[in-house]
């Protein structure tokens, strides 16, 4: 199975930070990326696909770029209602597989 | 809108078989594949596999010894069978769907999860 490695675990920031995720594949996995936020209690909810594209309905304020083995979620100006766990996932390669998750609070 | 909503019991004795329903409204079940994917508490996602309309599936070999998914097209919905449970498969099971668009393997809607605890 490809592992996704993410980093950080957790991470802590102030309403209008600038927040990075990275998210590392054990393999070359082209830009077959996802990211997804959860909040407490939901289900996850698809922010972008194919590494950068920015879903229907998603503040402009995510982001995400990479290809390859690397990738980078950002949040360009934190808000309060960003609170959550976010993930990556790889679907390059069967089975899908998702990274440990990035626990986002708000400072 | 598509809806996703997982029906199923809550508790199920250890050895015995976990047994869920996902029925999909707002789309055809044939537009797509249908994936299970679960989260123990306070743990990431595991994705379970996933199955198409006529029935094609593809489990996650940690799973597939026990696995099995079947499709009823005429009601719009997708089931999961895990045999012989454990502690360990207690978890909020999600159903979602796998989009073809841009690429499958897209985990566009999710179902609310339904948590399922193995005990005795």
């Known amino acids: 199975d490809i592992q996704m490695t993410q980093s950080p675990s957790s991470l802590s920031a102030s309403v209008g930070d600038r927040v990075t995720i990275t998210c590392q594949a054990s393999q070359d996995i082209t830009n077959y990326l996802n990211w997804y936020q959860q909040k407490p209690g939901k289900a996850p909810k698809l922010l972008i696909s194919v590494a950068s594209n920015l879903e229907t309905g998603v503040p402009s304020r995510f982001s995400g770029s990479g290809s390859g083995t690397d990738f980078t979620f950002t949040i360009s100006s934190l808000q309060p209602e960003d609170i959550g766990t976010f993930y990556c996932q790889q679907y390059d390669v069967l089975p899908y597989t998702f990274g440990q998750g990035t626990k986002l609070e708000i400072k | 809108q598509v809806h996703l909503q997982e029906s199923g019991p809550g508790l199920v004795k250890p050895s015995e078989t976990l047994s869920l329903t996902c029925f999909v409204s707002g789309d055809s079940i044939s537009s797509s594949y249908w994936s299970w994917i679960r989260q123990p508490a306070g743990k990431g996602l595991e994705w379970i596999g996933r199955i198409d309309s006529d029935g094609n599936t593809y489990y996650n070999p940690s799973l597939k010894s026990r696995v099995t998914m079947s499709v009823d097209t005429s009601k719009n919905q997708f089931s999961l069978n895990l045999r012989f449970v454990t502690a360990a498969d207690t978890a909020v099971y999600y159903c979602?769907?796998?989009?073809?668009?841009?690429?499958?393997?897209?985990?566009?809607?999710w179902g609310q999860g339904s948590l399922v605890t193995v005990s005795s």
């Open positions: 979602a769907r796998d989009s073809i668009k841009p690429v499958l393997g897209t985990l566009d809607y």
